[in-house]
């Protein structure tokens, strides 16, 4: 597909947190003062992206984190305007920002400025594992802002972290029915990771955290399919889950499916254009927002690095994201995008024990296969 035609997302970084969760590798940092420099930074980063990228009305914007919902309305408000007057947007295109519970009284104002999806950082619905998480919220709090979340706008998201230090799988079905009845049509349930660097990680290292096993992690992701699945929702993806098409996130899918995507913001990605196209783009910003803001003042841009993927490359980033959703690779966009095929013998062996299914058009995981998606996909990583 020609990349003027393909659909585009736009990504929008908002560094900030009131503080900072043990478990996050993010690129975030503590808010104190309001960073008043940094929405003029996005919108002049935002033009600077347009002549490469070429003019195709977006199809979805997502304020990400960090935590944009700590970003003033009429700023949200400015990034919009400045996305519709550079690119436009196609109708009904998804406008999505993640919201920490602890801004609840501030939806209201973020939807008025033209959000209309928000996906809540609910974490937990018990009280002592928001403690131990290091939220600055209770669980009463998380489901207010999920409910006012419902009022203002028509798609909302709950995120769930489950595998957590001393859960049990009983709690943690009678949690996930919890989050599940706050009626929100998209549930996304992660299952907790150690990133290196962070508090948790070291923690663990020393034995002052204790994480359920591998083999109990696989019982909460089965127990958490199950339990979504027998309340009408689709694990379109490992963690996310929609009760309708309708309620499936736009913008994670262009993710997922190889799309382009533009990031602005301190340490944004982006992707663009494919490797039969010249070699698909990759840019990342500076994470450090005073020098991300320095570099768009200085160069028009805040990319620090950006680089043609080879088609090995590309072909492995669309293995990879590509096996985690319930569709599965689509073998021909992969071979259309990179000139390059799946390993038939691998496909053949994985598919004898199950860890597969293929079809002419696809390769998905098997739910069995979705337990060991990134040992699968690092053997798929790799053309024939
Ligand atoms: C980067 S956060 C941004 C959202 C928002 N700041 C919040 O905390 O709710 C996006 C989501 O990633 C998930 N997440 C972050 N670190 C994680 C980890 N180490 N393990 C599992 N989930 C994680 C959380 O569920 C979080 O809602
Ligand atoms: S989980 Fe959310 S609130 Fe916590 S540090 Fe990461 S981005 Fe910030």
């Avoid at 088609?311 to 000139?339: K, Q, Y």
Wanted: contains cysteine; negative net charge.
């Amino acid at each position: 597909m020609s990349a003027t035609r393909a659909p585009l997302g736009l990504y929008i970084h908002w560094p900030y947190c009131r503080r900072i969760c043990p478990y996050c590798d993010f690129n975030v940092y503590r808010a104190r003062a309001y960073d008043t420099d940094l929405t003029d930074a996005l919108i002049a980063d935002l033009s600077g992206w347009a002549e490469l990228a070429g003019a195709r009305p977006l199809t979805s914007i997502h304020f990400g984190g960090g935590t944009p919902s700590l970003m003033s309305a009429p700023d949200v408000e400015r990034v919009i305007d400045a996305a519709h007057r550079v690119f436009g947007l196609k109708s009904g295109a998804e406008i999505g920002l993640e919201a920490n519970p602890a801004e609840a009284d501030a939806l209201p104002d973020l939807a008025r400025a033209g959000i209309n999806r928000m996906s809540v950082g609910v974490q937990s619905l018990r009280d002592d594992a928001l403690k131990r998480l290091g939220r600055d919220h209770d669980a009463a709090k998380a489901a207010e802002a999920v409910r006012v979340a419902q009022k203002v706008v028509p798609r909302v998201s709950v995120d769930l972290i489950h595998t957590r230090e001393g859960q049990s799988l009983a709690d943690w079905e009678m949690e996930l029915t919890e989050a599940i009845a706050l009626g929100t049509g998209h549930v996304s349930a992660y299952q907790l990771t150690l990133e290196p660097g962070t508090a948790f990680a070291r923690q663990a290292e020393t034995g002052r955290l204790e994480l359920p096993d591998g083999d109990a992690a696989a019982d909460f992701q089965e127990l958490t399919d199950q339990t979504l699945a027998a309340a009408g929702f689709t694990a379109y993806e490992i963690s996310n889950h929609a009760r309708t098409r309708q309620d499936r996130s736009v913008h994670n899918s262009l993710y997922w499916t190889g799309g382009d995507w533009i990031g602005i913001g301190p340490g944004a990605h982006s992707r663009l254009g494919c490797a039969l196209d010249g070699g698909r783009l990759a840019a990342e910003a500076r994470a450090k927002p005073g020098a991300y803001v320095s570099a768009v003042r200085e160069t028009g841009r805040g990319s620090e690095a950006e680089v043609r993927l080879t088609a090995p490359e590309e072909f492995a980033e669309r293995v990879l994201m590509g096996l985690r959703i319930s569709e599965g690779i689509d073998r021909a966009a992969l071979e259309d995008a990179t000139g390059l095929a799946l390993n038939s013998a691998r496909i053949a062996s994985l598919a004898q024990d199950r860890w597969i299914n293929v079809t002419p058009r696809h390769v998905a995981l098997t739910p069995q296969g979705r337990l060991l998606a990134d040992r699968i996909g690092g053997e798929l990583a790799e053309p024939g």
